[in-house]
Structure formats: structure tokens, C-alpha cells
């Protein structure tokens, strides 16, 4: 059975550039990887409600807390199949945003810490009732938020079809859900947690190597 492995952070913190780095890593090494992001967008109906909410094209739907988190966590409910698969053949599995992002992002909109209600609501529903995979190790991108919001903002400038949406322009959000992360690692919230200078980047290749052997 291969390794969960998840990489978290706020919107600019550079996920998909480690997560490329990471994976090309594993494979120097000989590990088989799978790779996954979430949001599902434009495969899954869920996310795709999710994202016209987050654009304001779904009525109230993105006003409700839960109600998106559900999209979100339902997303990762349709998905849970093809992920045990993957990792019952590779040894990795490297997800782009999982669980905890449903967790921090809500929790930070009723500002809520790690310890609050939301965040076990999080956990009922996505890991005992809906059963999605647990990972084995999260890795935490910390980038102070403005350097996350500098990010964001070139992406807008630069990527065609993608302008930021509601929570990516909500540096208040944005400042509580990085507080929310920092708690979710601090208490191991799911799985050992390890966090990384998002400005500077890991070392991709000493990381693999520690990942691989747990």
C-alpha cells in the first residue's frame, strides 16, 4: 500500500510547484507516484458547484460555510475509489489540498481556531461518515500572507480564465485560515505534520527521502 502524502498552504503558497518538484523527486528515487489536486474542477460536479459559488453564480450556496465544505468534501467522497486504487499501485499518492483545507478554509470563515466545532464537524464528516482515505504525512507550505497574495495576484495577471475568486480575495480569510493551519500542525491534526518555508522552497530531494521512509 503506498503512502498519502498531502501538501496544504494558503492560495499562492506554491503547492503545485512543490508538488511537481516533490513527485520528480520520488521517481529519482525509484518510488512510482500518482498525483491528485482538489478542487476537482471540471471532473466533478461538486467542485464545479463550488466553483460557481465561489464566483458568485450559485445563489446563496457560497454565503453557506457548510454548505460549500459539503461540495468540497463531496468532491473527495466521489474520488475516494480511484484514490485507494492508486495507492494500492504506486507508492505515493500526492495530493494538491485535502482535508484539512476544508477544515482551515471554514473554520477561518466563522472565525473559529483548530479547537473549534467546525473543524470536528470536518472530520465526522468527511473521515467516519463519508470514509475518505486518511493521509500518512501533510506538509504545510508557510509563506507570510502577503507573499501568498503577490502570488495570486500574478496569477490573475498572467493565467488567462483565471481571476481570483471570493476566498482568494479575502486577505482577511486568508490571514485566519494560514492561523487555522498553523493549529491543524501544531496537534497533528489527522497525521503527522511537517511544515516548510514556502518562500525558499524545500529540498525536494532530502524530503522525498525522509517521506519514503515514513
Not at 42 to 63: C, E, K, P, Q
Not at 118 to 135: C, K, M, N, Q, S
Amino acid at each position: 500500500m503506498g503512502r498519502l502524502v498531502v501538501i496544504e498552504g494558503l492560495d499562492g503558497a506554491g503547492k503545485a510547484t512543490v508538488a511537481r518538484s516533490l513527485s520528480a523527486a520520488f521517481e529519482a528515487r525509484g518510488a512510482t507516484v500518482s498525483r491528485l489536486a482538489f478542487p476537482r474542477y471540471d471532473t466533478d460536479v461538486h467542485a464545479d458547484l463550488a466553483r460557481d459559488a465561489l464566483y458568485g453564480r450559485a445563489g446563496d450556496l457560497g454565503g453557506s460555510v457548510h454548505g460549500m465544505a459539503l461540495m468540497f468534501a463531496l468532491d473527495r467522497r466521489a474520488a475516494a475509489g480511484a484514490m485507494r486504487v492508486a495507492l494500492a499501485s504506486h507508492d505515493v499518492l500526492l495530493v494538491d489540498r485535502y482535508i484539512a483545507s476544508n477544515a482551515a478554509y471554514g473554520a477561518a470563515r466563522l472565525h473559529q481556531d483548530a479547537a473549534g466545532g467546525f473543524v470536528d464537524w470536518v472530520r465526522a464528516t468527511e473521515v467516519d461518515r463519508f470514509g475518505i482515505p486518511l493521509p500518512d504525512h501533510q506538509l504545510l507550505l508557510d509563506v507570510p500572507e502577503q507573499v501568498a497574495a503577490d502570488r495570486a495576484h500574478h496569477r490573475e495577471r498572467t493565467t488567462a480564465d483565471r481571476g481570483r475568486d471570493a476566498f482568494e480575495s479575502d486577505d482577511g480569510l486568508q490571514k485566519r485560515t494560514a492561523a487555522v493551519y498553523a493549529q491543524l500542525a501544531a496537534m497533528s491534526w489527522l497525521s503527522d505534520w511537517t511544515v516548510l518555508d514556502g518562500v525558499a522552497g524545500p529540498d525536494a530531494g532530502v524530503l522525498a527521502a525522509a517521506l519514503l521512509v515514513g
